[in-house]
């Protein structure tokens, strides 16, 4: 019969953990019970590929900094499956808070480009919405700090960020490049988070986070397009609110097809260029079609960021 040796510290850590993802897992079991209409239109409102996006991100830190550094930290073993399992759920409450509480703040907006969420339709009333993003933010953290205080500092960073963005007295959402910085500092953090997990520190070269923080920051703007009419009306001076929604749509194609190719003088390899070009052709299909659709722009955002780093590492093994 085999038995493991396990030292009573780590035994009780993984105790630990096991009971926080039951708590996890009975926690949404009870509050779908409490209230299957409420458990519905948060689902609804989780914006999963938003989320798909920030997972990923994270992800990609782990693998730059595994096989590019060589970095091993065993996260198979019990405690960091865990972990991983944990910084997932931190993600998804910390977007989930940021998403409820921008909606609550953007209701005149709203009114016109989203007329179906709950802040909209009041299917939750609003100190009901509002609890439950506090609720989202306190366990964002307790699953954070369950894994160790450098993950927390982060994900509260990633927090921050995103109430900057869009909550009083800042609101820098309002600001047209500095919002956009913002959620392009979002990116690279949770990237810095995969890194850090995995090694302790952070390890993505520089001229990576260099380039993704200037594509992000220029490339951002799609986001806004489809809130034209509501951020019109609301006095909220995004790109497509200045520019108008034709030339916005313009000049945003124009900043994937220039900057997507510009991976070449990073990566040197023909075969990026050629790939980064045709994504960037795509982009720019989407982003001035008269029926603007944001999903398939989100889609190839995410695979091109995968792809980048994909070529980084396959480079830099070689």
């Known amino acids: 019969?085999?038995?493991?040796?396990?030292?009573?510290?780590?035994?009780?850590?993984?105790?630990?953990?096991?009971?926080?993802?039951?708590?996890f897992i009975l926690g949404i079991w009870?509050?779908?019970?409490?209230?299957?209409?409420y458990s519905i239109e948060i689902l609804k409102d989780?914006?999963?590929?938003?989320?798909?996006?920030?997972?990923?991100?994270?992800?990609?830190?782990?693998?730059?900094?595994?096989?590019?550094?060589?970095v091993y930290k065993g996260y198979l073993f019990p405690c960091n499956i865990f972990d991983l399992m944990f910084i997932g759920i931190a993600i998804s409450f910390s977007l989930l808070f940021s998403i409820i509480t921008n909606n609550l703040e953007d209701i005149e907006s709203d009114k016109?480009?989203?007329?179906?969420?709950?802040?909209?339709?009041?299917?939750?009333?609003?100190?009901?919405?509002?609890?439950?993003?506090?609720?989202?933010?306190?366990?964002?953290?307790?699953?954070?700090?369950?894994?160790n205080f450098v993950s927390f500092f982060l994900i509260l960073v990633f927090t921050g960020n995103y109430f900057l963005y869009s909550?009083?007295?800042?609101?820098?959402?309002?600001?047209?490049i500095i919002s956009k910085f913002i959620l392009a500092l979002n990116s690279i953090v949770l990237l810095l988070l995969g890194s850090m997990f995995v090694a302790g520190k952070v390890t993505i070269p520089r001229e990576i986070i260099v380039y993704l923080l200037i594509l992000f920051t220029a490339t951002y703007n799609f986001i806004d397009i489809k809130d034209y009419e509501g951020d019109k009306k609301a006095g909220i001076m995004t790109l497509p609110v200045i520019l108008g929604q034709t030339k916005s749509k313009f000049v945003i194609g124009l900043s994937f097809l220039l900057l997507y190719p510009s991976a070449y003088f990073i990566l040197k390899d023909v075969k990026v260029l050629l790939f980064s070009l045709i994504l960037g052709i795509l982009q720019f299909f989407f982003l001035i079609k008269k029926r603007y659709n944001e999903k398939p722009v989100i889609i190839i955002y995410t695979i091109s960021v995968v792809l980048f780093i994909y070529y980084f590492v396959r480079l830099t093994r070689t």
Not at 1 to 23: A, C, D, E, R, T
Not at 116 to 142: G, K, M, Q
Not at 167 to 176: A, E
């Open 1 to 23: 019969m085999l038995k493991f040796n396990i030292p009573p510290l780590v035994s009780s850590l993984l105790l630990q953990k096991i009971y926080l993802s039951f708590m």
């Open 46 to 70: 989780i914006r999963p590929l938003r989320l798909l996006y920030c997972i990923i991100m994270f992800i990609m830190g782990i693998v730059v900094t595994t096989t590019v550094h060589h």
């Open 112 to 147: 016109i480009t989203n007329p179906e969420r709950p802040s909209i339709t009041n299917t939750i009333p609003h100190d009901h919405y509002r609890i439950i993003a506090w609720i989202c933010l306190f366990l964002a953290f307790v699953y954070s700090v369950a894994v």
């Open 30 to 37: 009870l509050f779908f019970l409490y209230n299957k209409k």
């Open 167 to 176: 909550m009083p007295p800042l609101r820098l959402k309002m600001v047209p």
